[in-house]
């Protein structure tokens, strides 16, 4: 498996624009969690789903994100419009069950201008 | 609530002594504790975990945790640093009950000097 596989890796965007992070999860996995990583605030749980079901969404930090995870193999979080506080690294990670490491992405490093 | 804490926000040592990167954590239940490491500009590699069983876990690149229910802790250890081993390391707790997230520390910078 090719593990978990975000996109894009790098985006730029202008502030007011809507942003769209994508995220494939290791086949198999029934948990994904979305992260956003700042310098300030650590690594940070934004939302996460179990069996395409999100379940705790109590860290999007407001109703300008949202998430979505349409399949078992593709999840995005989008943010609109967006904010030059936005900028940060996304983190997406899958897991196979609850007793198990979770799996990290790349990344998509995200600036908000 | 699930909460993380690592102390200390860098540790430094010499090439060829030990190290000790601390972490405690609270949960109401049993937890699933882990560790990983960030490299620049890289996502998080997994290193170890505890689930069950010897409170000693051993992890990749020869780094080690143990287990303190007690003291409801979760160091992570090496008797002997590399330069390499400069990165940043996280502590990570998920609690045992099904549906719960895993959740992170702020991290600690580890600088390994030669």
């Known amino acids: 498996d090719a593990g978990v596989i975000q996109s894009p890796r790098h985006e730029v965007t202008e502030m007011g624009q809507e942003v769209t992070l994508r995220c494939k999860p290791i086949?198999?996995?029934?948990?994904l969690f979305w992260y956003r990583q700042t310098m300030m605030r650590g690594l940070e749980l934004l939302i996460y789903f179990n069996n395409n079901v999100p379940i705790d969404d109590s860290g999007m930090p407001e109703d300008r994100f949202s998430a979505k995870m349409p399949n078992a193999s593709f999840s995005t979080l989008k943010i609109q419009p967006s904010e030059p506080r936005d900028s940060a690294v996304y983190f997406c990670?899958?897991?196979?069950?609850?007793?198990?490491?979770?799996?990290f992405g790349q990344g998509t490093r995200l600036t908000v201008v | 609530a699930q909460s993380v804490a690592q102390p200390e926000d860098q540790v430094n040592v010499a090439e060829g002594n030990p190290l000790t990167v601390k972490c405690t954590y609270s949960?109401?239940?049993?937890?699933?504790l882990f560790w990983y490491v960030q490299y620049p500009n890289r996502g998080l590699q997994f290193l170890l975990k505890y689930i069950t069983g010897d409170n000693l876990v051993k992890g990749s690149y020869g780094f080690e945790a143990e287990f303190n229910k007690s003291q409801t802790s979760f160091h992570l250890k090496k008797p002997s640093a590399l330069v390499s081993d400069s990165a940043l390391y996280f502590c990570a707790v998920r609690e045992e009950q099904a549906g719960t997230a895993l959740i992170f520390g702020k991290g600690t910078t580890l600088s390994v000097s030669s």
């Open positions: 949960v109401s239940g049993n937890p699933y």
């Open positions: 990670a899958s897991s196979l069950y609850r007793g198990v490491e979770a799996f």
């Open positions: 086949s198999g996995h029934d948990y």
